[in-house]
């Protein structure tokens, strides 16, 4: 088994999901808790020797070191769950893979700004306007995913795999803001059903702030 040792912080959803596969698959591996361990992200020794992006997480694995957190967990996947989180059949993981990058480019662009708009900044700061504008996209966001789980118990079909893990971290963020979201049954069942992980319990779902 490799030596593996990640660097994070847990309210990072990049973070999380990496956190998520980990644990999913009962694998060991030393954490290091960024801000208070390493002070990230100006540590210089962390810039210059594990991410020179100043970003978390970082997953270092018998020496080699991997930045970028859906790469991670594909790496996880493949890895130490062929034929289960990494789906055998290469259009079932190319599935996967589809909503591994729509939670990173077409969800996380409106995700990241009302995350930030509404637990990061205080209230008389935020700019209720574009907050608002940002809100509609990312509930656009999720009618696409509710679309997609439709008929489904997870977003390849009847098995968890990879393509759940980016997907449930940020719906668990979109369903714990305060927002006044628009009735989706079938991403709500899939919330749900997510819920029974106890990793998606522990690690996922903790406070936002
Ligand atoms: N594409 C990277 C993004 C990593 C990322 O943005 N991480 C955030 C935490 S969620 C971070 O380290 N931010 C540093 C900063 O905001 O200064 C990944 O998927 O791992």
Sequence with gaps: MAKMTLYGRRTSI?????????RELEL???W?????AIGW????????????????PTLVIDGTILHQSN???????????????????PLVRA??????????????????????????????KRDLAQLK???????????VLDRAVTGKKYVTGDTFTMGDIPAGAALYR????DLDRPAMPALEAYYTRLQERPVYRADIMIPLS
């Design 41 to 56: 992200p100006t540590n210089p020794d962390y810039l210059q020797n594990l991410n020179p992006n100043g970003r978390v």
């Design 95 to 124: 599935l996967s893979d589809v909503w591994m990058d729509w939670q990173q480019t077409e969800c996380y662009q409106n995700l990241t700004p009302v995350f930030w708009g509404l637990i990061r900044t205080p209230p008389e």
């Design 174 to 177: 979109y369903m714990a803001m």
């Design 133 to 143: 504008v940002q809100t509609e996209k990312l509930h656009d966001n999720f009618r």
């Design 14 to 22: 990049n973070v999380q999901k990496a956190l998520w596969a980990l």
């Design 28 to 30: 060991p591996f030393d």
């Design 32 to 36: 290091v808790e960024a801000d208070s």
């Design 71 to 89: 790469v991670i967990v594909r790496y996880l996947a493949q890895t130490y769950s062929p034929g289960k989180l990494w789906p055998n059949d």
